[in-house]
């Protein structure tokens, strides 16, 4: 074991984040047990929104490491999963959903941007920081019903600052890690929307219904 990898253990040792057994972040007989979600749907303002699996115990799990763990090993396993066994739309462009700059510093990372990069990454793609997030709300998690989710997150996003003849005539892939009504991805869409891209997909790791 090199010294390095002898410190990542000692400050991530590797459990199974579901079973608890060493080894592996996830080990193989809970990676037995996820459930790939076939669930692909068409919304107002997304050509596809998908996602490599539903929210069952283990895909909490994983999320629940990588939300207060603050591992991106973490977003990397989830990003190879992703790869592996999605079923990813094919575009020419990765985002993600961002977070507000307090919220990010908060957590220390955001995890569906480590997710989106390494998922370029993997598929060869660029990533672009295409939108933010102008407004700190409360947790959407906190908010059940559907109509005051959407209501509760308009307007939270806008264009970033960049060159935005980089997606023009583009297709667009917005990662996030868990999707639920999925107002979130819809609102980024609408932000993304302003620009002129051929078409905006969706893609979570999990979906929680
Ligand atoms: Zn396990």
Known sequence: MSLSDWLLELFFPRWCCHCGSYGELLCA????QIEFSVEI????????LSSLTVFNAIGRDLIHALKYASVKQVAITCARMMYLY???PEVDILTAVPLHPHRQAQRGFNQAKEIAIELARLLKLPYLEITERVVHTTNLAKVSS???RAKTIQGQFRLGEFDHTLVANKRVLIIDDVWTTGATLQEVALTIKKLPVVNIAGFAFAHET
Do not use: A, H, P
């Not at 007989?29 to 037995?32: R, T």
């Not at 919304?43 to 596809?48: A, G, I, K, V, W």
């Open 29 to 32: 007989d809970c990676f037995n």
């Open 41 to 48: 749907v068409k919304t107002e303002n997304l050509d596809s």
């Open 86 to 88: 999605g079923k990813i």
């Open 146 to 148: 559907r109509q005051q």
